[in-house]
């Protein structure tokens, strides 16, 4: 196989890979505790998470349950609603930086994760985790063709992160009465995570899937490792938020502020001033 197919086949697995750590650690465990891991399982994805993207698992919950606090109004971080399709699909990790760097923003979503040994021992080195996974590339493939992939995977993550928010509020199928949207060929790209509509409506829950044809692929690992137990699944089945998706915008324009205790108090954080 020619070695420039190769680093690209190779950059895009490793999109997948950090991907799939991003939807079933970052997303489904850390911020909607949807599962929780045993411990050993969880430093091996915090790892992985580290050398592929470099992502303090704090700061990414902290942005997320903040979108979900005040989805497609003032404050939501990255509405495509508010902020317009190409700039929510084209600076998303801009967007995202900004929030993450807002002490209040971390004060307010991210009280009940407080950095830990790891953390300060290397999970906040994004820097030295970045390195170590490009230097893992270039010594499998050459330091050229490594840093291919390495540019591969970074545009390949960046992108689908930033569509499953920029398709997911303005395309696709709505289940439930919310502004994000369904799109199962997102889904198939981004290890579930284009069922946006169906994760609105029940954000503490596992499984993304919620009805008859649709598919979660992440859902597949999360049922085996729980069978394995590995791992604990919150619900079995879809809780639905008890909060109305509909807000001072009116029906169907997004979630009012107002809804902001509510929303964290469905996470089990609170939201003391």
């Known amino acids: 196989m020619p070695r420039p197919l190769l680093a690209v086949i190779v950059g895009l697995a490793v999109s997948q890979v950090g991907l799939f750590c991003t939807t079933v650690y970052l997303h489904r465990t850390v911020t909607h505790r949807a599962i929780t891991m045993k411990p050993g399982l969880a430093l091996v994805f915090r790892f992985v998470i580290w050398i592929t993207t470099g992502i303090k698992p704090r700061e990414w919950a902290a942005v997320h349950r903040r979108h979900h606090a005040f989805t497609d109004v003032e404050g939501d971080p990255h509405s495509p609603l508010l902020l317009g399709f190409w700039r929510v699909q084209l600076t998303n990790a801009a967007l995202y930086r900004r929030v993450a760097r807002d002490p209040e923003t971390l004060r307010r979503y991210a009280r009940d994760l407080p950095p830990d040994r790891w953390d300060r021992a290397l999970f906040d080195r994004a820097v030295v985790g970045l390195a170590i996974g490009i230097t ?111 807000g001072a915008g009116g029906p169907g324009r997004g979630m009012a502020p107002a809804a902001a205790v509510a929303v964290l108090d469905e996470l089990d954080v609170a939201d003391a001033p």
């Not at 960046?158 to 919310?178: D, M, R, V």
């Open 136 to 246: 893992l590339l270039c010594l499998t493939l050459g330091w050229q063709w490594g840093l291919l992939a390495a540019a591969v995977h970074t545009l390949s993550y960046l992108a689908l992160n930033a569509a499953i928010n920029a398709f997911g509020h303005l395309w696709g199928k709505k289940t439930y009465e919310n502004t994000a949207r369904n799109n199962q060929w997102l889904a198939w790209l981004t290890a579930g995570e284009g069922l946006h509509n169906n994760h609105h409506a029940a954000p503490t829950s596992a499984r993304l899937a919620h009805e008859r044809g649709e598919l979660d692929p992440a859902w597949w690992f999360i049922a085996a490792a729980s069978s394995l137990r590995l791992c604990k699944v919150r619900h079995e089945s879809p809780k639905l938020l008890a909060v109305a998706a509909t």
